[in-house]
Structure formats: structure tokens, C-alpha cells
């Protein structure tokens, strides 16, 4: 009997699938790739042929421009598509916009390479959808029982008041360009919050992306090109590397806030001199890991990258085969 | 518990004094009695419990969880409130979330066996920021960066009062300072600030900058003396009560019996606590023996007497002297302690000196005597008064250099606090001959601090970059004749240890430089350690 690694297996280039002859997130150039979403650790330009879903060609396509790959694929979740002997079919993952798990299904086993997820709800893509399989191959980025969020609507709410203690503060929120910040002011919304915010020019484009695959984001504005000390009692949405940077003294004695699963942990906040830390992630927490894993009970736990030594502690108190791939260059694009 | 537990938590990421004073502000505006009462206490430490030690709040956390899953989180986390709060698995529904009055009060009453049942109640029954709050009020740590001045400095902001008005009063206030909060509320008049033998708020000195703050004062308008390397105590004797108190206001005395003993007069010395070798100052690690203890017995009084060198004068009889220029104090400090009998309190002398070179010759080279074993020199602006806190101008310290040696960096491990998740806890060593004959490194160290955040990102990375080998949470780092890493180490004094296979420990050791530049077989030998013993 064929074993689980003759369908899915690591190597220097990452996940690759010897009877479909292609990989799944390769972290270097490959003649074929199955890419489960868009940040840039999974999403790299260069490869032959890439099959993904539509939301997230469209994205590869806006970082890296149109020629990211030879030739692109699109596929709908749930649409079964053939590679080789293998049949790979893309399912939400909840992570961010077109985000996948690629279920991997060949003689008779299915593999789950779930890319990055969480089972919360997200109102800009639709939820993780759990697919029972052999081996389930996981992320562990927040795999670390000290991460258990608290609800994203709770954290806005921190926001919200920070923003009537301190009006005459810019309260700058560092969240990734890509899901993070559309979630955001997605969440600021349905708080009721319905002022213009204002962008760093790094967020321009995956905004209108998200906005042009229908999630209304309200009134937006740039945030660059203001006068000193500008807009106090405002909220100004940039990268996390831009809210304590240089940039950010234009604003008038700015906040630095920052939307991360990061931030659950004190120190962490501190080293990036954050005075609001916001635990807002589009990863899985402790919880999520944990649950989702006893959900499907996979034969096999496979986990790519993050805290796997718990994980793998969790599943042996748990009684699941699990290893650890050891898979670099995964996480540079954090949370 | 939850506002409060929501005001720590802002309180810890808010650096600036403004946001720290209007999150206090608010927080006192909109709580209620006597819940923000024992709130100011604990911010002011006020308040403490001795039941409740880090070691029990561990092993309740790893009877919840598996002690590997606790170990991993306590590696990664850094803080072990932190990661207990963190990792804490809650019941839901278990119990009502307690109120911050109800944990002082329960917490008074309790006996000792009584603690780990109501603790694992309220962790159960609180969210993360809670019991994080919770166990920082338990270990009697809050480190939230709120000293208890910018604490009545939001009482003054609250009230629309002057903070010297609060400053008065405050010794004579108790927790959860009802009377207080009335007045600043203009509920009630303003309290008495009677109370016999209290606390005064000290003067504290400023490091002295050599680069700019020579220049820019003159050599006549200070005196000097040295800075004894002992504790800075505050001794009252008023109307019968005698207190010995340390510089922040914690009553000492009980230690000290023999101190108390002597002090045989009626006003308020400040001065410095050593260990008495007849009429010379002994080394810190003697008076070390009698710190942190609750009584002393009589063996230890006599094998260390304690007494106080004493360098400054705030109160004589009735007469409060903090508004006199500090010449004029030393005067009245000279003939107070001049009448005293008996010989546990004696004076810290002047050291005479005509200008700053001369001075600086005085702290590289110091007369025989106590001076070889003072920290450095203290500097005190004749015309300054009795000033409370950290003024800059009036007061100086300036240390001795201290002692470098180039050592090289052998093992790392993550760091707690601001630096979790960092390689930041530095073994080092030096060269010496192994048994076979053979240059082989030898630790004789740790180090924590000392560099920069950008220099912290540098040496994370070569420690990753050039693990060999891994021991729990310690890495091994390459460091052979041929490769290694120098690191430059400053410390302020070497002793014999039995304890350390070196034969040597530091105190107080830290990172001075790191010499990338540097050969790793150019680094020190251990004879250069052993020379400076001798």
C-alpha cells in the first residue's frame, strides 16, 4: 500500500505531490503550483502554471503584476480539478480573501493541506470549512496554549474607546495590507464607527481589490500628504513597520496601535512600542488548532510551521500520530 | 476587578507621563469607595501580601495543565503572571468575577492555607487581563511604570489641588483613603497631616553626565563626599517612636534592632545603612547578611553590627530644616551628630576638592581608607534644599568606572520581561589552560543588558545563525580558538566563589561592548580575573 508521503511530501522547495507532479506554496520557482493564498510567504511570483481560486490570482496578479506566473488556473471552492492522478479541489479556509485549503485526493487517501487558517468569523471571506482526511496538514503559528483570543469585536471596542479617552491623538493602527486591514474597517463598521478612515499608501491596492470583489469598506481617504500634527482623534490604518517610523510623526502625537495575534503577549507589544495592542489575527489560536484537529481526526497531524513543539506535545497527550515538517521560509509575512 | 485590571493594562503600554496621568484621572473620576482606594494603594504599594509566592501560583498552573505545554508557554512568554493569566484554562461560568475590594478583604482575612483555594477561585472565574491583574496585585509587583508621586499627581488633577497638598497629608492617610478621595472631591474639609514619626519623600541624585555637566557647572557651588555602598535608610525619632525606613518609604526597622536602638535623639537623619567594622564601613556582601530578613538575632547583630553613616538632616525636634540650603543643613547635621552618644551613627565626611580634575583624580584613585570601597562620589549643590524625587541640578552621583574584561559569548538563552522571544541571556567566558593542557573557555558570567534593541536584533540572529548545540531552552554557541564571538564586559567588582567552577563571580555584569571586530582567541585569559582578587 502506498504510504501517506508518495502523495504529499517535504522538500527544499515545500509541500510537493509526486503523482500530480506539483507543488502546493513553493517557497522557490517551480514548473507547476497550487497556491492556497495571496501573502507573499505562499504567493510567490516566478512559478510555471499556478492553480488557485480567482480572488487569489487576482491578488498575485496586483503584487506582482500580471506576468507573476507563465500560466494561471482558476478554480471555484469546491470545484474538483484534475492534475495527473490527483484530484485537488480548493475549499475556504477563512483565512483572508480567496483563501483555500487544498484537499488532495488520490487512491483512495485525501490529504488536507490547509495553508493558513481560523475558524472565526470573518466578514470578508467566507469560514474554514472542515473536510475529513487522512492527514491534515496544519500551520502552528499561534500554536501555543498561552494563545487563546479574545473576540475581535472586543478589541474594536478598545479602539473605540481609546479614541474617545484620547481625542487629540492619531491612533495609528499597524495591520497587514492584505486581509488584516480590510477586516479592520470592516469590523469598525459594523461597530457603527462610519467616519472616514484614512490609509497609508501601502493599503491603496488591496483595498479597492477587496472592493471591487464587492466588500464595502465606506468612506476612505489617503492619509499621506497631510500637514503636521494632522488629523488628531482620527483613525489611520498602515503597516505595521510604518507606525513607528518616521512616517508616522506627521501625525499629531500619534497612537501606535497594532491588529495582531502578536499581541497577545505583553512583551511582544512592548518591543514594537505599541501603546494599544489590538489580538486581532487571521490565524487559528490555541483553541481553533486544537478543536479543529479533534473535529477531523486525521490519522496523520502534519504541522508546516509556527510553535510545533506544543502542538506535537498536545497531539501525544492526545493519542495523534503527528510530525513536524520543518518546512522555512513560511511566516514572513506574520499576522 | 475588571476597571482596574483594564487601567494596569493601559497603565503598562503607555509610556508617556500625560497619558499615564489622564488614564489615572479617569479611572479615579469614574470608580467608586473603596474599590479606587485599594486601587491607589496598590499602585503606591501600599499594600502587600506575603501568602501568595510565584512558586505556589506555578504549581497550581501546571496542575490545570500539562507541565510541558506550561514550560513551553513560560519560554516563550517570559513572565510566569503573564503566562499563568495566559494559560490559565477557565471554567466557564464558573463564579461572579470578584471585585478588587473583595480580593484585598479576603486576602486580609486569609490564613495562609487558605490563599491557593480563593486564588484558583477568582483565576477561574476572571479573563486573561484579570488575572493577569490579579496575580501582578498578589506577587506585589505591578511594574506598570506608575511611581507614587505621578499616582497623587492624578489625585491633584482629580481634586484641582496643588501636589505638595497632597504630599502633605498623605502619611497620615490609610488605605482606601475614604477622607482623601472625599476632599478632592470637596466633599469634606482636608485632612490632618499629623502623624507621628512618618515617612518624608527623599531626595534622589541624578547620574552625572561627564560629557556636558562638567562644563556647564561650577566645581565651588558643590561638595563632595562618597557614595557609601551600602542602603539608603531614613531614621525618625519623633515624640517616642523611633522608625528606620527605606528610600521608598517601607519600614525596615524590625530587622534592625540594634539601628533602632541608637537612635537616641529627637528628628529625621538620612544616611546610608552599613555594616560597622569598628569605626570602618564593611563590603556591601556583609550587610547583604542582614537584608531581606524579618528579625535579626543576636548572633547576627554581633557578628554584623549595623549602623548608619549619616549625610543629611530633615527634621530637629519640631523644626523642619528641608527649606535650608544643604550647607546650612550640614552645619546642623555636624552638630547633631557630634552630640550623639555611642558610636552606630556616625557622620559621612566632606571630601575637599578645588576643581573637577582634581575630583576626578580623587574618584580613579581614592585615599586609604573607606573611600577604596565606596561606589564613586556624590555631588550636592550647597544652595540646594531638601527637595522630594529626582530633581536634576542639585545632586549628582558619580560611580567608578568599572572593571572590563573580553570575554566570549558560549551559551544564550531567551530573555524574560521586555526581552522574551530574544536571545538576550549571555553566558560568557574566558580562556584558561584545561586539564590537558589544551585552550579551552571557561564561564565566569551572565549578562542580560547592555545593548541596544537594534544590537539585541544582531546578537538573536548570531546566536541562531551559529547554534551547535541545544540544551532545554539554553543554546550552545560556536566559540573556538578560530570563531566566536567577543563581547566586551563591564562589571563593578569580582569575589571568590566555590560555587562557580571559575573560581570567580561578577557583580553586576553587563554587556559594555560587543567587538565583532575582534578575534575570538584575542579575548582575556582567566589569570587576568584572578589577578584583580588578589
Known sequence: MATFRSLLRNTPDGLYCPPGDFHIDPVRPVARAVITHGHSDHARAGHGAVLATRETLAIMSARHGQDFARAAQAAAYGEAVTRKDVMVTLVPAGHVLGSAQAVLRWNGMTIVASGDYKRRRDPTCPPFEPVPCDVFVTEATFGLPVFRFPTA????????????????????????????????????????????????GAMAGMNALYQAHGIALGDLAPATGE??????????????????????????????????????????????HVELPLVISDHADWNELTETITELKPQELWITHGSEEALLRWSTLNGIRARALDITGYGDEGD | MRAFARLLDQLSFTPSRNGKLILLRDYFAGATDPERGWALASLTEALSFDAAKPGFIRKAAEARLDPQLFALSYDFVGDLA?????????????????????????????????????????LDALDAEGRWALLKLLTGGLRVGVSARLAKQALALLGGVPVTDIEEVWHSQQPPYGDLFAWLEKRSERPSADAPARFRPVMLAQAIDEAVDFSRYDPADYGAEWKWDGIRVQAVSEGGQRRLYSRTGEDIGAAFPDVLGALDFDGVLDGELLIFNGAHAAPFGDLQQRLNRKTADAKLQEKYPAGIRAYDILMEGAE????????????????????????????????????????????AEPPD???????????????????????????????????????????????????????????????????????????????????????????????????VERFGPVRSVRADRDFGLVLEIAFEGLQRSTRHKSGVAMRFPRVHRIRWDKPAREADELSVLQRMLD
Open chain 1, 153 to 200: 469585536d472586543s478589541e474594536t471596542a478598545k479602539l473605540l474607546k481609546s479614541i474617545r479617552q484620547f481625542p487629540e491623538r492619531t491612533h495609528l493602527v499597524g495591520a497587514y495590507a492584505l486581509g488584516k486591514a480590510q477586516r479592520i474597517i470592516r469590523l469598525l463598521r459594523e461597530a457603527g464607527y462610519d467616519r472616514t478612515l484614512y490609509m497609508h
Open chain 1, 227 to 272: 500637514r503636521r500634527d494632522a488629523l488628531p482623534g482620527e483613525i489611520v490604518i498602515a503597516p505595521p513597520s510604518a507606525i513607528a517610523d518616521k512616517w508616522a510623526r506627521r501625525f499629531a502625537d500619534p497612537l501606535p496601535a497594532f491588529a495582531s495575534g502578536w499581541m497577545q503577549v505583553r512583551a511582544r507589544a512592548r518591543q514594537r
Open chain 2, 82 to 122: 503573564e503566562t499563568v493569566a495566559l494559560v490559565w484554562p477557565s471554567r466557564p461560568g464558573a463564579n461572579r468575577e470578584p471585585e478588587l475590594t473583595e480580593v484585598v478583604e479576603s486576602l486580609r482575612g486569609a490564613s495562609r492555607r487558605e490563599v491557593p483555594q480563593l486564588l484558583e477561585r477568582w
Open chain 2, 320 to 363: 523642619d530644616l528641608r527649606p535650608l540650603p544643604f550647607a546650612e543643613r550640614r552645619k546642623r547635621l555636624e552638630a547633631f551628630v557630634a552630640r550623639l552618644s555611642g558610636s552606630r551613627i556616625d557622620l559621612s565626611p566632606l571630601q575637599p576638592f578645588l576643581g573637577w580634575d582634581e575630583l576626578a583624580r580623587l574618584r
Open chain 2, 369 to 467: 581608607g573607606d573611600a577604596r570601597i565606596a561606589e564613586g562620589l556624590m555631588l550636592k549643590r550647597w544652595d540646594s534644599i531638601y527637595e522630594a524625587g529626582r530633581p536634576k541640578g542639585p545632586w549628582f552621583k558619580w560611580k567608578r568606572d568599572p572593571h572590563l574584561v573580553d570575554a566570549v559569548l558560549m551559551y544564550a538563552q531567551r530573555g524574560h520581561g521586555k526581552r522574551s522571544g530574544f536571545y538576550s541571556d549571555f553566558t560568557f567566558g574566558v580562556w584558561r589552560d584545561d586539564d590537558n593542557g589544551d585552550r579551552a573557555l571557561t564561564p565566569v558570567g551572565k549578562a542580560y543588558f547592555g545593548f541596544t534593541d537594534e544590537e539585541l536584533g544582531r546578537l538573536d540572529k548570531f546566536v541562531r545563525d551559529n547554534t
